[in-house]
C-alpha cells in the first residue's frame, strides 16, 4: 500500500466504474454492459480479496519459494523466471466461484454478487509445470499449496488466503505463474509480482501476490480450504436445510454460462425493428457448443451466432449475438442460455442451492421495452 492512501482510494482511483460491496475486503465488480470486449480492459476487471492488501513486494528483494516434495528447493528473483523459463501467454476467464450469488432465492453468506465478478485476459507468465520439473517434483506428489503475504482482515489472524490445486492441474500446460496481462505489468490490485493461472478452476484457485509454492503429498488444508469454503456438496442439499452429514468436494470446474453484455437492462428499442443481442458465453474446462436467446422470458429461443473458438485460447469466453424479430410496443424480457460440448445447459432458474453460494448458472434476464416512435 502507498502511505495515506486507504484501500478504497486506491481501487476508486484505478477502476471507478465499479460496484464496491461492502465488506471488510477490498471486493468490487463491473455491471455486464462494461464487459463487452474481448479481452476485459484493467479498468472494468472486477476485484476479489478475502483479506487486507499486503505491502507492496520489494522488486530487488522478492523471490519465489519453491519447495515440500521436490528435489531442489528452488529461489528465483522475477528477472530469473522471465530468463531460465519460456514466457507464454494465453486467453482465460477468471470467475470467482461466487459470481451470481445474489440470484439465489434463499440467501446465502459471502458477497453478494450480481454477474460481473467475472473478466477475460491474456496473461502471460511461465507454465508452473516448467518451474516445478526445475525444482524435481516427487512421485508422491499429489497437490501444490499456494501462499501469499495478503492478511485476515481485522479480528481475524493468519493468511487471508492460502489454496493450492491438485498437481494435475499444476502441470497442466495452461496453468501459468504470471507477471502479464492484457499486455501490460501485473497491476498491484491484480497480484503484482506474480499470481497463479488456472484456467477453468474458479478465482479462489488464482492466487494472486505469489511467494511460495509447496508441493504435497496429500491434499493442500490452507486457509479456505477446508470446510465448505470453496466446495460444493457431493449430494442435494435442502434450501436452507441442514449440511452437517454430506461431504463437499472442493471446486474444480466451473460451469457453462451465458452473459448479455448489450442491450443493458432498461433498454428502450423501437418497434417494427430487429433488435440486436451480444455477449459472450464460457465454461470451465469444457466450452461451449450453443447460446439460445429468448425475447419472452424464456417460453420461445431463438439460436445466436456463436464465434469460432480462438485458436490456441480454449479457456478464452466466446462472443455471440442475434438479431431478435421485430415485436410490438411493450415490455420485453431476453434471456440468454448456453450449453455446452456435454450437453449441460443453464437452468433457467438458479443453479442447486448450497450453504455458500457456489456457482450459481442460472440464466440471466434482462428487461426493457419496445416503444412506438424512436
Known amino acids: 500500500m502507498l502511505p495515506h492512501v486507504t484501500e478504497r482510494e486506491l481501487l476508486g482511483a484505478a477502476k471507478p466504474a465499479l460496484r464496491i460491496h461492502d465488506d471488510a475486503a477490498l471486493n468490487a465488480e463491473a455491471a455486464p454492459a462494461m464487459l463487452d470486449h474481448e479481452l476485459t480492459p484493467e479498468h472494468a476487471f472486477f476485484v476479489r480479496n478475502n483479506g487486507s492488501l499486503p505491502p507492496r513486494a520489494d522488486p530487488a528483494a522478492w523471490r519465489l519459494c519453491v519447495d515440500g516434495e521436490v528435489e531442489r528447493v528452488l529461489e528465483l528473483s522475477l528477472p530469473e523466471l522471465q530468463a531460465q523459463f519460456e514466457i507464454v501467454s494465453i486467453r482465460a476467464v477468471l470467475e470467482c466461484a461466487g459470481n451470481g450469488r445474489a440470484g439465489f432465492i434463499i440467501p446465502t453468506d459471502g458477497l453478494q454478487w450480481s454477474l460481473g465478478a467475472v473478466g477475460c485476459a491474456e496473461w502471460t507468465g511461465v507454465r508452473m509445470a516448467d518451474v516445478l520439473a526445475a525444482a524435481g517434483v516427487r512421485r508422491n506428489a499429489m497437490y501444490v499449496a499456494h501462499h501469499s503475504p495478503d492478511r ?139 447460446v439460445e436467446i429468448s425475447a419472452d422470458g424464456g417460453a420461445n429461443w431463438v439460436e445466436a451466432f456463436l464465434d469460432a473458438e480462438q485458436d490456441g485460447a480454449p479457456f478464452a469466453w466466446r462472443r455471440f449475438h442475434a438479431h431478435m424479430a421485430p415485436r410490438e410496443p411493450g415490455s420485453l424480457e431476453l434471456v440468454a442460455r448456453a450449453t455446452d460440448l456435454r450437453g449441460r445447459s443453464q437452468p433457467l432458474g438458479s443453479a442447486p442451492w448450497n450453504p455458500r453460494g457456489y456457482c450459481n448458472n442460472g440464466v440471466q434476464r434482462v428487461r426493457g421495452s419496445i416503444e412506438n416512435g424512436r
Open 152 to 290: 485476515a482482515t481485522a479480528g481475524a489472524a493468519g493468511p487471508a488466503l492460502s489454496r493450492g490445486v491438485p498437481i494435475a492441474k499444476a502441470l497442466a500446460p495452461e496453468t501459468l505463474l504470471a507477471f502479464g496481462m492484457n499486455g501490460e505489468p501485473l497491476s498491484f490490485l491484480h497480484g503484482s509480482p506474480l499470481r497463479v493461472v488456472a484456467p477453468g478452476y474458479p478465482g479462489s484457485a488464482w492466487q494472486k501476490w505469489l511467494e511460495r509454492i509447496s508441493v504435497l503429498d496429500v491434499e493442500h488444508d490452507g486457509m479456505k480450504m477446508t470446510g465448505t469454503d470453496y466446495r460444493l456438496p457431493r449430494s442435494p442439499v435442502a434450501l436452507g436445510g441442514s449440511w452437517a452429514e454430506i461431504p463437499f468436494d472442493v471446486i474444480t470446474d466451473m460451469p457453462i454460462r451465458a452473459m448479455i453484455t448489450s442491450p443493458a437492462p432498461g433498454f428502450v428499442a423501437p418497434a417494427n425493428s430487429a433488435l440486436p443481442v451480444r455477449g459472450f458465453a464460457w465454461g470451465g474446462h469444457t466450452p461451449p457448443a450453443r
